[in-house]
């Protein structure tokens, strides 16, 4: 299995190659420059900038040099914030944006997974179908409307929360639940499915005609298989989640790399757009693949390739 | 999916999922261990929202107004500025200026000092001076120093001996600084965080992380504390400062979101919001009575400028036809609404001893008269052309809007189309001078309607409407030469007439409000003041009234 694992990590460098190149082209051939701004910058000016951030020869040098920098692990210099590199950026901001994620990510499995097996076992009853209700509108009313309201109702008019910031527990809870509010809504629609499919098979009846209580079947027999498929689901939404949220993060005044994602392309900040999609890209592999692995622990039907 | 049960009593399942539940907390707190919690770190006497993540802190390399505020907390010029915005004596205690206005010699107070103690010379303004003319430095505004003789020389590499610019330190505590001609705002450029000293040894020793707060050494009323990216930066009274500062130390939060800042606001987590933008346009109407909403007229006007190289728009006719025909009343009381006042000038109103032309008033049947004479009757075969603005917020959008819609009913013109770009792009478009009609915005630099009327020069770096008049650039020349105040400003009033008026490449549409949120009771010194520009160093916390 450690060779197949290493297959597929060596297997993730052509993919981050072709990922990184793809964004460094888009930037540089996108209008408008790093130095654009509502003054005209004289043009001895921008060629010094252009040179000390290698951006001054044609765009195939500049993706050589920039390639070159990357392979030896230096992901350039931002060039909307004078003097930091992208390396400084990303190790200051991404580990905010994981203790937010994992946060986050940790409440939808626990409430999803339980909300989930609550539907599957009212099935058809008014709690299933309000349960259901709730989930649909989970996953559809977007983050922008959901972070106001929860503050109007949490912070404003209860007093109980912060409505923003970053540094204490108290500031963590509003923006962690906004974040996992969808997943939530999607781990439960998934675990109410699954279970439901899963109860209906042999085995379950089987375990139900042994005298076993409901509990048992349930979370003993059924509950472990009908993981499989948010197991499945996980692997690309802890990958999302842990490289933090635009509209969250900016909402809440939370010091993350989410909406460094957006800002750097809006700012034409060429490297650290091409940094986040690089890390964005690389946890996305790496879950991808833990995904697997779990997959061949659970169900001995997998073959890891 | 149809599985079949696992044969094993002990499925892995379970196990995963509470690993997984156990490892996302451990790895939680973990982090929140090691990275969290830093915000707990030493309260703050005020907190104030500063609009957005500062570029830089590098007096010499920053453009913006946020990162101004803070380095002009950081360092200070020659001159400085009082609440109200008046210049007053910074780093110089006192000044001459020769009868010709073309020698300042600046006499530098003897407690001046660096935030380590160590005392603060001519000779450091000479070399910082020299850093932001240097090409090496890139300092984009590096031209204020271009006023200087041969300064525009050394700064764009023509000559390469420092000497020969119009600056000179004869003793530790005096500066003689020679012009080219009699800049009557040159001690509002002094002011300025361009013209500000920086500590050289610490800027030869740290290169670009010399603004560290770790490295940092600055003359101002604050020092640099702690700067954490995006989260906030904490600064505390200098206290080699040569006059005492009242608030010890403030916190800055980089909240770019509106609704943000006015949350941390209107929960008491922030004292002071700075920016206009970061105040909710959508607020305004329900805030504006309000005993913390303040706002006060400032230096900065919103315009429409022409490509005047392109039809219809190179016929002058037409130009001031569409000018005559906005409304723009109807603009700020249905659209921008927070008490902008309307603008038939570029320059805004509040500059001492400047009397603006009177610009074009309001007047359909003239606008009508004049468009059905330059071909286009009741807007008939008018041309397909487009209205440029920047998709940053909703207001240009807004704003664009409204113009096409009063161009359609008072002209009758229906083929102007809107055309949004993302901000950089706009930009873009809008140097190329690729565009009908361009919504535009400028901030003047310093106080005086030279920053706004020598924009529009032949060829000039932001002028951006393809217009040349030969006669305004003359009539430039020879302001710029004229000592007698009076009469530059007679000459800075005839040009404007020909901008606005007469040629009309621009139609100036509404001038800006600065707006800030602070309770009266809980900060003061705090002025309203036409550069929008507060000295942090001027603000106290007013006593509690028994």
């Known amino acids: 299995m450690t060779a197949i694992i290493f297959r597929r990590l060596l297997q993730a460098i052509p993919v981050l190659f072709i990922v990184v190149s793809l964004t460094f082209v888009l930037m540089r051939s996108a209008p408008g420059s790093p130095f654009s701004g509502e003054k005209k910058m004289p043009e001895q000016i921008k060629a010094q900038w252009e040179k000390k951030y290698k951006l001054n020869g044609t765009i195939s040098e500049q993706y050589g040099d920039y390639l070159w920098d990357v392979a030896h692990g230096d992901l350039g210099l931002s060039t909307q914030y004078f003097g930091r590199t992208v390396n400084q950026i990303i190790a200051q901001t991404l580990p905010v944006s994981m203790v937010l994620g994992s946060l986050a990510y940790t409440l939808a499995l626990l409430i999803g997974v339980s909300l989930g097996a609550m539907a599957a076992i009212r099935h058809g009853q008014w709690g299933d179908r309000a349960l259901t209700l709730l989930a649909l509108l989970g996953i559809s009313i977007p983050n922008f409307v959901v972070a106001p309201l929860l503050v109007i109702i949490f912070a404003i008019d209860l007093h109980l929360l912060p409505v923003a910031g970053w540094g204490s527990l108290d500031q963590i809870v509003l923006p962690a639940l906004c974040l996992s509010i969808p997943f939530i809504a999607g781990i439960a629609r998934l675990t109410r499915g699954s279970l439901l499919e899963i109860l209906q098979l042999d085995f379950v009846r089987t375990a139900r005609a042994k005298g076993l209580s409901e509990e048992t079947v349930l979370f003993q027999h059924a509950l472990k298989v009908a993981i499989l498929p948010i197991v499945g689901y996980s692997g690309p939404a802890v990958a999302g989640i842990l490289t933090g949220s635009v509209v969250i993060e900016t909402f809440f005044g939370i010091p993350g790399i989410g909406p460094f994602f957006v800002n750097s392309v809006l700012n034409r900040d060429p490297f650290v757009t091409c940094g986040v999609v690089l890390i964005f890209s690389l946890f996305l592999i790496l879950f991808n693949l833990v995904t697997d692995i779990l997959y061949f622990v659970l169900d001995q039907r997998v073959k890891l390739a | ?546």
């Not at chain 2, 490295?215 to 020092?223: D, F, K, M, R, W």
């Not at chain 2, 040009?495 to 509404?510: A, G, Q, R, S, T």
């Open chain 2, 1 to 546: 999916m149809s599985a079949s049960p696992t044969s094993r009593r002990r499925s892995p399942a379970t196990f995963v999922l509470t690993a997984w539940l156990g490892g996302g907390l451990i790895l939680f707190l973990a982090f929140f261990y090691f990275f969290g919690g830093w915000s707990l770190s030493a309260p703050a006497d005020l907190t104030l929202c500063n609009g957005d993540e500062p570029q830089s802190l590098d007096p010499a390399i920053i453009t913006g107004q946020l990162e101004g505020r803070l380095a002009l907390a950081l360092f200070e010029g020659l001159t400085t500025r009082n609440a109200k915005g008046d210049i007053i004596p910074g780093m110089a205690e006192s000044w001459e200026k020769s009868p010709d206005g073309l020698t300042y010699t600046f006499h530098l107070r003897p407690e001046a000092k660096w935030s380590n103690g160590e005392p603060l010379t001519a000779y450091d303004f000479l070399n910082s001076w020299e850093r932001v003319l240097n090409p090496a430095t890139a300092s984009e505004y590096s031209y204020q120093l271009y006023y200087l003789v041969n300064g525009e020389a050394y700064g764009t590499g023509k000559i390469t001996d420092f000497s020969q610019v119009g600056v000179k330190a004869p003793d530790a505590r005096t500066l003689v600084v020679t012009l080219t001609h009699p800049t009557a705002y040159f001690l509002e450029l002094t002011s300025f965080q361009t013209l500000s000293p920086v500590p050289m040894e610490t800027v030869k020793k740290y290169g670009d992380n010399w603004t560290k707060p770790e490295h940092i050494v600055s003359n101002g009323p604050y020092v640099l504390k702690e700067w954490r990216l995006k989260d906030y930066i904490l600064v505390e009274a200098n206290p080699y400062y040569w006059r005492p500062v009242r608030v010890h130390r403030i916190k800055v939060l980089p909240t770019n979101n509106p609704m943000t800042c006015f949350n941390l606001f209107y929960s008491h987590k922030t004292d002071l919001i700075l920016d206009t933008r970061s105040i909710p346009s959508t607020l305004v109407q329900d805030i504006k009575n309000e005993p913390y909403f303040h706002a006060n007229p400032f230096g900065a006007t919103t315009f429409l400028r022409f490509n005047v190289k392109r039809k219809p728009f190179d016929d002058p006719r037409v130009r001031k036809a569409l000018a005559l025909a906005l409304n723009k009343n109807d603009i700020v009381t249905k659209i921008t609404r927070a008490g902008e006042p309307v603008a038939n000038t570029l320059v805004p109103p509040g500059n001492a001893g400047y009397t603006p032309p009177q610009g074009l008033i309001y007047n359909p049947d003239e606008a009508r008269r004049l468009l059905a004479e330059a071909g286009y009757p009741g807007g008939k075969g008018f041309p397909d052309v487009s209205l440029l603005f920047a998709t940053r917020g909703s207001g240009p959008g807004d704003v664009a809007a409204e113009m096409q819609a009063l161009w359609s009913r008072e002209l009758g013109i229906t083929s102007i189309h809107l055309r949004g770009q993302e901000w950089k792009v706009y930009l873009n478009t809008q140097q190329l001078i690729d565009f009908d009609m361009c919504l535009s915005a400028w901030i003047g630099d310093y106080n005086d309607p030279q920053t706004f009327i020598d924009m529009f020069v032949t060829d000039g770096g932001n002028n951006d409407t393809g217009w040349s008049n030969p006669q305004y650039d003359q009539m430039l020349q020879t302001s710029e030469n004229t000592a007698d105040p009076a009469q530059r400003m007679q000459i800075l009033h005839d040009m404007e007439k020909i901008l606005v008026e007469d040629d009309v490449p621009i139609v100036p549409i509404y001038f800006w409000v600065g707006m800030s949120l602070y309770q009266p009771d809980k900060l003061g010194g705090f002025e309203p003041n036409f550069v929008d520009d507060h000295r942090w160093g001027e603000f106290y916390i007013p006593e509690k009234k028994p």
